[in-house]
């Protein structure tokens, strides 16, 4: 076991005293982990005094300007030479993710009344769990996961950091989410540590909770916080915002889990990927339901997880994403867009639950989302992906040996009967 840096003890003293539940959480690399105290700091300390000539930043300049490529400035030459090519701060660039926390408050009222730490930015999600289970998680640390899931968790919990997975079925009988066997699975996994992650909207089957549901969640984590055990619970906020269906909570259950109990840090992973249409561009977020003196050194351990691995996200990325937010016509165009994918959904609702293809398939509840999931009733769900793409062109995914997503968000709603139909067809004809 190698000594830990001074730095690194100083850190864990701090969360020690600031927030134990968050120490007690840690994994061995979360407690080895810092941000040294090098180049960033010396460049930060030049960036505030050096005025007469700055030779500590990594780049080019040229008569007193970034140099660059007029090949690439010419795509984007409205944006500010350092918001295209500068390097991005660590965590992410303040004014976006001061914008990010506006955001959450206005779209989650649960929040309004919560301590908040700032969001930080990620390179897309997937780096965002990436830097949780660096953080919190060490080998055989029990993860609870229903059955049904976007099948990166795996990678990244249980292949890459050892995380003994623990599921349930996420359906009950009546086809809600499985509160009763989710507080079992709680009960029945002993240890001092646990971590639970749960997805809403949910990605396969587009399934979002209810206000009763959401609570029975919460109660269960405080059950088992109440036994002694220190939870990290994380909140896949993926598809946040596109709720359809207004039978459901429009908000996160984040809000809810935020000082639930002294037990229970809370950590929402969400994005610009799906929020704002921008998969490409890599930008993601994780907040955490904890106070600024429990954040303060947590950061500075992201800063050098962060550091060790991508050194931060794009600048332009970034950069892209904080003028959209701010600029005249944003939240109509965002409505634009909801509206379309509502209205794929409510077709798909439609289309999928005709009785003529009652015999064929069994649909999940869809409420949200970019998803609708079909049960096959017949068939093998692989053996169907694979008729529909080399015989009709079409492509879905399989997923087990029943199960066949369907994503209606890149379906036009006048395509979508055409799809279901010569779906329904390869079935009959096995």
């Excluded at 970034?66 to 795509?75: D, F, P, T």
């Excluded at 292949?159 to 009988?173: D, I, L, Q, R, S």
């Excluded at 109660?219 to 994380?234: E, K, N, P, S, W």
């Excluded at 950061?299 to 050194?311: M, V, Y």
Aim: glycine share 8%; net charge negative; hydrophobic share 40%.
């Amino acid at each position: 076991m190698q000594d830990l840096n001074p730095i690194a003890i100083e850190l864990n003293d701090q969360i020690r005293d600031t927030a134990p539940s968050v120490f007690a959480l840690l994994s061995e690399l979360g407690k080895r982990i810092y941000l040294p105290k090098g180049i960033l700091s010396q460049t930060a300390e030049a960036n505030t005094k050096a005025h007469r000539f700055n030779a500590t930043r990594a780049i080019a300049s040229e008569d007193g300007d970034m140099m660059h490529l007029a090949v690439s400035r010419e795509l984007v030459p409205e944006l500010t030479l350092e918001g295209v090519y500068g390097y991005a701060p660590v965590l992410g660039q303040p004014e976006l993710r001061d914008a990010w926390r506006t955001h959450l408050l206005k779209e989650n009222p649960s929040l309004t009344e919560t301590t908040l730490s700032l969001p930080i930015v990620t390179s897309g999600m997937t780096h965002g769990f990436s830097l949780i289970s660096e953080l919190f998680v060490d080998g055989n640390d029990p993860l609870i996961l229903p059955d049904k899931i976007w099948g990166n968790y795996r990678l990244i919990f249980q292949t890459k950091a050892g995380a003994a997975v623990h599921t349930y079925p996420f359906f009950n009988t009546t086809n809600g989410f499985n509160t009763h066997d989710f507080r079992e699975t709680l009960t029945n996994t002993t240890g001092e540590k646990m971590l639970i992650l749960l997805n809403f909207p949910h990605n396969p089957t587009g399934y979002a909770i209810n206000r009763t549901e959401a609570q029975q969640i919460v109660d269960a984590i405080v059950a088992r916080a109440d036994a002694g055990c220190h939870i990290l619970v994380m909140v896949d906020d993926a598809y946040a915002g596109l709720w359809y269906d207004p039978s459901v909570m429009h908000e996160s259950l984040f809000g809810l889990l935020v000082g639930c109990h002294p037990n229970v840090v809370p950590v929402k992973i969400d994005g610009a990927t799906k929020e704002e249409y921008a998969w490409g561009l890599r930008v993601a977020f994780m907040t955490f339901g904890l106070g600024e003196a429990a954040m303060q050194p947590l950061e500075q351990k992201l800063s050098g997880l962060i550091r060790a691995n991508t050194s931060g996200a794009s600048q332009v990325s970034q950069t892209l994403i904080l003028e959209a937010m701010n600029t005249s016509g944003y939240a109509e165009q965002k409505q634009r867009n909801y509206e379309i994918l509502k209205g794929r959904a409510l077709k798909v609702k439609k289309v999928v639950s005709n009785s003529r293809y009652a015999k064929l398939w069994e649909v999940y509840p869809s409420h949200a989302g970019y998803f609708t999931c079909l049960r096959l009733k017949s068939g093998n769900a692989e053996v169907v992906r694979q008729l529909l793409l080399n015989e009709h062109g079409i492509g879905t995914i399989a997923l087990g040996e029943t199960e066949l997503r369907v994503a209606y968000s890149c379906l036009e709603e006048s395509d979508i009967e055409t799809v279901f139909a010569v779906i329904a067809q390869v079935i009959e004809e096995l």
